[in-house]
């Protein structure tokens, strides 16, 4: 029955992957890459691999998106300025 | 399988799916209410598996994700500004989704876990979900 | 190439990566099981080496040269973005708008930033003992600073934030993981080899050198994040080019 667990985070963490590829808005992007990151800790985990987990999280959850969002950012003020 | 893990699976399937299809679609602000919630049940489904591993030390993951969640949901609040919108979507659910899910995670944990220095840590975690929780819905009300 | 060649190699190139890995797949052991040999052998060096967490005992003391390489691998990522989003001579500086937080967020913000640095250091320092590290713990460290920048307001996080001093704290945590291996070197048999005392099994201070480059890790890691996190905000937030037009055409 563990399995199930598994296959769950599995699933989950394909169909957030997948979704984020399909997202045409990066600042949306973002948005669906953390709860990649959410589904891939879950994963971890699950798979007792907590360490793994516990980096995916401290990067995924805040770090990478205020890097996306402030990199996306500088692209449209320049864009406004052109 | 025990019941613990058994309560993983059912928010993982049940909730984290759900909330990636919110976040997947629609405007922003609905999208910033979906990840929000879903780092609500991230949190609580790592209490729930360390319980069911009997791992004490997996809570850890649980803590980091209390402080964490929150700040990552106000980095898109605050980095989307306008794009957000007043009041998105299942703004309402937030709050009261904090306030029944923290307690009714850690109170069994406590109990089972008995008086001690896991227990504390288990309080501190909800304190620090339910305290996001109210900052976060706050902070995507305004828009 | 035409795009129909193109199309081709690519097509090549996949069917033959498919076909190696399904091959390479029927050789693997089976899901779950109960023969792990790797696993086995490392959890028995950890347990000689009064390391409770075995990640953190492969990460810094059995494997611990392959962990100066990611280190270092960080190092110079921080590096070259340091040198590529530098403010060039055409571009300047402008003050960035005020911008209005509500005052409980403010309040939260403040609240938790000593929390969440708290939380960071006890990863770091429990990198022995359970799930984290220096890595770990140095990214949530990072991101407590950044608080002031999402709660608060941007120059709160300047005052708080001597870049300089981060620039520094980078340096001297990746040297300082160089010499802890160089103690080895004079000290024992083998460069990052684990001379420390062991210490008592399953508290802070156990595991020989494995906390103290544990530690070495969380200020190469928290200067490294928040230097490249300074230089994103600049990026979006002050700087302007003159001639941006003309450089990007």
């Known amino acids: ?82 | 399988m025990n019941w613990w893990l058994a309560a993983a699976c059912a928010l993982v399937a049940g909730g984290l799916g759900p909330c990636l299809w919110g976040a997947a679609r629609g405007p922003a602000g609905g999208r910033v209410v979906a990840q929000n919630m879903a780092t609500l049940l991230l949190c609580l489904v790592l209490l729930l598996l360390s319980q069911g591993y009997g791992r004490p030390s997996y809570v850890d993951l649980a803590l980091v994700v209390a402080v964490l969640g929150p700040a990552g949901t106000l980095v898109f609040t605050r980095l989307l500004g306008d794009e957000m919108g007043e009041r998105p979507p299942g703004t309402r659910l937030l709050t009261p989704a904090v306030l029944v899910g923290a307690p009714a995670t850690v109170v069994p944990m406590c109990i089972a876990a008995g008086p001690g220095r896991a227990a504390a840590k288990l309080v501190l975690i909800g304190v620090l979900l339910i305290a996001g929780g109210a900052v976060t819905s706050r902070a995507v009300r305004r828009g | 190439m035409t795009r129909r060649a193109r199309l081709w190699v690519l097509a090549a190139g996949l069917l033959a990566t498919a076909a190696v890995y399904a091959a390479a797949c029927t050789e693997l052991p089976g899901f779950g099981g109960s023969w792990h040999p790797y696993g086995d052998r490392a959890v028995h060096a950890a347990l000689r080496q009064r390391t409770a967490n075995t990640i953190s005992s492969v990460n810094f003391d059995q494997r611990a040269f392959d962990t100066l390489g990611e280190e270092t691998v960080l190092f110079a990522s921080v590096l070259g973005t340091v040198v590529l989003l530098r403010r060039t001579r055409d571009e300047k500086r402008v003050a960035p708008e005020p911008v209005r937080v509500p005052a409980a967020l403010r309040r939260y913000g403040l609240l938790m930033l000593p929390v969440t640095l708290l939380i960071g250091l006890y990863v770091i320092a429990h990198g022995q003992l359970s799930p984290g590290g220096g890595f770990q713990g140095g990214v949530v460290a990072a991101t407590s600073l950044h608080l002031l920048y999402i709660a608060v307001d941007y120059p709160a996080l300047e005052r708080l934030r001597p870049l300089g001093l981060y620039e520094l704290a980078d340096g001297a945590g990746e040297a300082a993981y160089v010499l802890l291996g160089a103690a080895g070197l004079l000290a024992g048999p083998a460069y990052l080899a684990n001379v420390l005392p062991l210490g008592t099994f399953n508290t802070l201070s156990s595991g020989g050198t494995v906390p103290l480059l544990n530690a070495a890790v969380g200020i190469e890691v928290t200067s490294a994040v928040v230097v490249l996190l300074a230089h994103f905000l600049a990026q979006a937030l002050e700087i302007e080019g003159d001639a941006e037009e003309g450089r990007t055409a």
Do not use: N
């Not at chain 1, 984020?20 to 994963?43: E, H, K, N, W």
């Not at chain 1, 985990?45 to 770090?63: E, I, R």
């Open chain 1, 1 to 82: 029955m563990d399995d199930a667990l598994v296959v769950a985070a599995l699933l989950l963490v394909a169909a957030a992957a997948t979704v984020a590829v399909f997202q045409r808005d990066p600042a949306r992007q973002a948005i669906v890459l953390s709860l990649l990151g959410l589904a891939l800790a879950v994963l971890f985990t699950v798979l007792q691999a907590p360490d793994v987990g516990l980096a995916q999280l401290a990067v995924g959850s805040a770090v990478t998106p205020l890097m996306i969002l402030l990199a996306v950012r500088k692209v449209r003020r320049k864009g406004h300025r052109k």
